[in-house]
């Protein structure tokens, strides 16, 4: 099903009651509707249609393009029920959604949770989670803070399990994690707990099984090359009604199905020459859905460019992003925390970097990349009126730094508490809008392992790929296969561990950190210029934020002279203070303070 043809089915109300489908590259068109096969006729534009049979929700369809053998699914598919490869099934996501008061959230500033819906919970039978298994975890994080879940892609991928990255059906929601219904119930008990729902959307490539766009269209081109091969078609002949397919998969997650925002993937593989770049295009139907829903609306973008037009409107020229992630934040906290110097870690570590990624986001911004070798970004400008430190996503662990290491080990797994928690201290207080990711807060013990569910043909070459990318660094006897069903069960979160006294303590942090921005207007202040950060030592920063200041000391020795404190807010690694306000700390840790009494 799709959009009525004749209308730009990226910015018009869908109809999900008929059978309409986008194949330019087809003569004829046949579609089998529960076993019953009609011929569709053609529209024009290269649309087909078939007025006379009503899409009602439950059928199975199926299409057939110039009489071949395979049966196809509708790219714009709500419903895969038996896999990527099988019959469709039409939804009405409309009939599917509660009722709630929920108003919406703006989100710039406010505190996110990222979530993979397989490995959040353990599922009904401990071997997976749902959407369902996840709403009953729902009420800790409400307790905790969080403002808004951002889920792991859901859309429809090879397998019943993935991280979501090599989806196919980019309308359609996972089935083994509940389908849409499931979706529907999610972000419905969200809401009701006051939490918003972001969605990360991969709209730069498709995985390799499952693909059948490139066989009804051109949806592709080879005038540009991606990481995965030929980019998708946003400049070439075509490619309006491929922007206005990307436009209707956004469009049906904001408006039909509820959700508040969207985290685009990869944005800088997202190739197009053309006069308007696809990203404001997006961002200005957005802003008009703001208007027809009422509710804000959030776009945010993974962006490797380090470029603030990102986040600039576009009425200012820019490509009119509500936030973009700033990776060199967690870099440059990675690394001095930890000590790490490898690969894209080569340019952080120092604590004058540091001090300049909290105060500035980017490190690289116009100048040499050694890990990229060339110039690399452009400067932030704190006192920019098109954006703020709101405008940049800041986190101390995502999916990507963690499960791209070879054994997926989180950052606290290689530390000490004390340091885990200065390093949390530096993100939830520092000027950015920041993230976690699922488990972080009790310092979980389990890793987030790279995992797939492809079949016999794709999965053994998976499994040898991600062997060989290790090899070299002779981690190769200790990568996970990717294809066992263990390396996916070892990711899976054991919320019992909150309880038990080395969890219970960081997650207490955590919760204590939360309070303390909301609480506090200095630290939820998105003015670039009201933050400066002091270097005490090499091991030892004291981050200002207004009256307010973050005391982090990494260790692993004492820290015996330290700031003075009028009034200490919160801390974690046992600190005294002496008569005349002056901290000490005996190992790791960190001191939420106030450095002026209160007038």
């Known amino acids: 099903m799709t959009a009525p043809a004749g209308t730009a089915p990226g910015t018009a109300p869908r109809a999900y009651d008929r059978y309409e489908i986008w194949a330019p590259s087809a003569r004829t068109v046949t579609l089998r509707v529960d076993g019953a096969e009609h011929v569709m006729a053609a529209a024009g534009g290269g649309w087909f249609t078939l007025p006379d049979v009503p899409a009602v929700p439950g059928a199975r369809y199926a299409l057939r ?37 929920w108003q919406g959230r703006e989100l710039r500033g406010r505190v996110l949770y ?15 989670g749902t959407f369902d298994s996840a709403i009953e975890h729902l009420d800790e994080l409400a307790e905790l803070g ?12 090879p397998g019943d399990r993935g991280w979501g990255y090599d989806g196919v059906g980019l309308y359609a929601t996972h089935a083994a994690y509940g389908g849409p219904a499931g979706l529907a119930r999610f972000v419905e008990a969200a809401h009701r707990r006051g939490i918003a729902v972001v969605l990360d959307v991969v709209h730069n490539h498709l995985g390799p099984s499952g693909n059948y766009l490139g066989t009804f269209g051109p949806y592709f081109t080879d005038r540009h090359e991606t990481p995965w091969g030929s980019a998708v078609n946003l400049d070439q002949p075509g490619s309006r009604e491929v922007r206005d397919f990307l436009l209707g998969s956004a469009r049906q997650w904001l408006v039909d199905v509820g959700l508040d925002g969207l985290r685009l993937d990869a944005v800088h593989e997202l190739r197009d020459d053309s006069p308007r770049h696809f990203l404001a295009e997006l961002a200005d139907a957005v802003a008009a859905w703001e208007g027809e829903t009422g509710r804000p609306l959030t776009l945010i973008a993974e962006s490797d460019r380090n470029q603030p037009a990102t986040v600039t409107p576009t009425a200012a020229g820019g490509l009119g992003m509500d936030m973009q992630w700033a990776d060199d934040v967690h870099h440059g906290v990675h690394a001095w925390i930890t000590g790490e110097r490898e690969g894209y870690y080569g340019d952080f570590g120092e604590a004058e970097v540091l001090a300049g990624v909290l105060e500035g986001v980017f490190r690289h911004a116009g100048d040499f990349s050694s890990f990229r070798g060339e110039v690399w970004g452009a400067p932030v400008d704190p006192a920019s009126g098109d954006y703020d430190a709101h405008s940049f996503v800041t986190f101390l662990q995502d999916h990507d730094q963690v499960g791209n290491r070879a054994t997926g080990d989180r950052i606290h797994h290689g530390i000490a508490p004390g340091q885990h928690a200065a390093a949390s201290a530096l993100i939830l207080l520092g000027p950015g809008t920041p993230m976690l990711f699922q488990g972080e807060e009790w310092a979980a013990s389990t890793p987030f392992v790279f995992f797939t569910d492809h079949d016999d043909e794709l999965g053994p070459l998976v499994s040898a790929g991600r062997r060989a990318e290790f090899a070299a660094m002779g981690w190769d006897d200790r990568v996970p296969d990717p294809q066992r069903r263990s390396t996916f069960e070892s990711s899976i979160l054991r919320w019992e561990e909150r309880g038990r006294a080395e969890h219970a303590g960081m997650l207490d942090w955590y919760r204590t950190l939360i309070h303390l921005r909301r609480a506090h207007a200095e630290l939820h202040d998105p003015d670039l ?16 934020r207004g009256d307010l200041a973050v005391l982090a000391h990494r260790g692993p020795g004492p820290l015996t002279a330290g700031p003075r404190a009028a009034e200490v807010l919160a801390s974690f690694g046992d600190p005294t203070r002496s008569a005349d306000g002056t901290l000490r700390l005996p190992g790791p840790g960190a001191v939420v303070l106030r450095e002026r009494a209160a007038g």
Not at 114 to 128: I, K, M, N, Q, Y
Not at 529 to 541: D, H, Q
């Open 114 to 128: 990222e979530l993979h819906v397989g490995t959040f919970s353990p599922g009904p039978d401990g071997r997976g």
């Open 146 to 157: 969080v403002d808004a879940v951002e889920l792991l892609p859901v859309a429809s991928f």
């Open 529 to 544: 210029r009201r933050v400066s950060v002091e270097i005490l030592a090499e091991e030892t920063v004291l981050l200002h």
């Open 65 to 101: 393009l110039d009489g071949d053998e395979l049966w196809l699914p509708d790219p714009r598919s709500l419903s895969q029920p038996d896999g990527v490869h099988g019959d469709s099934e039409v939804i009405d996501p409309l009939a599917l959604r509660g009722a709630t008061a």
